[in-house]
């Protein structure tokens, strides 16, 4: 999926999955819905962090809480200015990182470089009105061995490769201009472990890729100087919103060549994948998070008919992927 996709997603996605007689889910696992409608609007592109036992929503049109992902209560947290369609929330040290404010959109954009945290997501702490931050959207943002790291994206002319990490969100040290993969926006980075894995990517749409293989590519570091080429993957799938869970490396929400599927794909590796299905509507840019012993998704975003006829749906129910009982 590039930066730019239409989410479309039909009853297409459905009607292959079972047509390939995919799995509804890995062995000794189920999907349950907890939520049909969720107090929250229906929207996509935004994350949910288990902060001290409980979810913290950054929802695009207000913040909410909850202990359990079924109970919402609304907070009083401002915008922070960040615009979470082109831009990254980070999880750093408890608390929700804050890099940048973003005035206009990917084709024509200024970032004004003020880092601010949320400790308690009531309000928004200002760690500096200015600083080295990258100027740039779509990229991937992670923290990782006590530091922030960012890599990738787009400046407005041209798609970076480049590398940075900073210990605070303020300071930014180029930790590599020129990764040995090839510029383009971020589709996927997530740590897994004890690496960066760097999955996907390309450019936004519309426009010519000269790597048209960027998607299928998955890259891993411990240092963001020396990387590690792994197996592409293969097949129609790709995309996803990651997570990391029961030691597997999880993306929920997958794409199959342009339309969205309730699919996800699942590796222990990196190298290998399994694809399985699932009970859930077909979304992209879904939110996922990790709550105790259950993963936990609500959110995204697809769409139906083609044209004038596009209709498009924000989703705000709340599944539940945990261990299937015994029988």
Known sequence: MTARSLLVATALGGALLAAQGTRPAPPGWRWTRLVSTAPYAGSYNYPVYTVRGESWSMHPRGSWRSRDGVHWTPTALPSSGLNSAYQRF??????????????????????????????????????????????????????????????????????????????????????SRAAPWSAR????????????????GGVIDGQVNPNPNSSREVWSTVDGVQWRRHADRTGPLHGGTP????????????????????????????????????????????????????????GGKYSEGSGEAIRFAYRNDVWALERAPRR
């Open 90 to 175: 980070v999880l750093f040290n408890d608390a929700v990182m804050a890099l940048g404010a973003l005035q206009g959109n990917y084709e024509r954009f200024t970032i004004t470089p003020i880092i601010k945290r949320t400790r308690d997501l009531e309000r928004w702490e200002t760690l500096a009105t200015t600083s080295n931050l990258p100027q740039r959207v779509f990229y991937g943002a992670v923290a990782f061995r006590g530091r922030l790291w960012m890599m990738g994206g787009y400046d407005g002319r041209r798609y970076s490769n480049e590398v940075w990490n900073s210990p605070d969100g303020v300071r930014w040290t180029a930790v």
């Open 185 to 200: 926006t971020i589709e996927t980075l997530v740590v897994f472990r004890d690496r960066l894995w760097l999955i996907g």
């Open 243 to 298: 997570i990391v869970f029961d030691d597997r490396l999880w993306l929920i929400g997958v794409n199959r060549a342009g339309a969205f599927a309730p699919a996800t794909l699942v590796t222990a590796d990196g190298d290998l994948w399994e694809e399985h299905g699932a009970p859930w509507p077909a979304r992209g840019g879904a939110a996922v998070w990790v709550l105790g012993d259950r993963l936990l998704m609500t």
